[in-house]
């Protein structure tokens, strides 16, 4: 469970019209062949439910599957759970969206996200920032057989840092690239 979450800044409205498609209930523990990233779902929105769905991908959307559905939950204190969903019904990528109310409160999302993700994951590594302005807020990349997940952060001129989740089951679907290793970092500056 996420602790320290208490407060949230202002969220970006839904880009799914009201009961556009059959809603998605998002829960604990499922059946489904993607219960993994359900769970994760449950667990970053807090138990907000159902998600509502549509067949429109939001703008500059980073992962698409034709024939899929986008399905979200917003939470005024978690933020934006976004589901991919491809065309068997399957959720192939799960992302999430928060704005925090300060570096402070950022720190501590992060470090609950770190201590629930450590028991699923068997690789855990942090990312390079790729902003001065942010190497107080490194990312992050947990990973196991059937999961792999990657926060990372944007900084907004409020100085209230924007948490920024993408989880995939699948690890060949996931951009590695995102997520620069701090010996990777010095090696290319030498």
Not at 34 to 50: E, I, R, Y
Not at 109 to 125: I, K, N, P, Q
Not at 131 to 143: A, F, T
């Amino acid at each position: 469970m996420i602790t320290g979450i208490a407060g949230c800044a202002p969220q970006t409205p839904s880009t799914v019209a009201r009961f556009a498609e059959e809603p998605l209930l998002v829960v604990p523990n499922s059946r489904r062949p993607d219960s993994t990233l359900m769970s994760l779902a449950h667990l970053w929105s807090g138990g907000a439910s159902p998600a509502l769905c549509g067949r429109t991908p939001p703008p500059k959307e980073p992962m698409w599957f034709p024939g899929g559905r986008y399905c979200e939950v917003l939470s005024p204190t978690r933020g934006q759970v976004g589901f991919r969903i491809d065309q068997t019904g399957r959720i192939r990528l799960l992302t999430w969206n928060r704005v925090t109310d300060s570096r402070a409160h950022a720190k501590s999302v992060g470090d609950s996200l770190d201590v629930a993700l450590r028991g699923r994951s068997s690789r855990t590594r942090l990312c390079r920032p790729d902003s001065p302005h942010r190497q107080d807020l490194p990312g992050m990349l947990w990973e196991s057989g059937g999961l792999v997940v990657h926060l990372s952060w944007t900084t907004p001129g409020d100085e209230r840092p924007k948490l920024l989740a993408m989880a995939v089951d699948d690890p060949k679907d996931f951009p590695f690239f995102l997520c620069k290793p701090f010996d990777q970092a010095r090696a290319r500056r030498n």
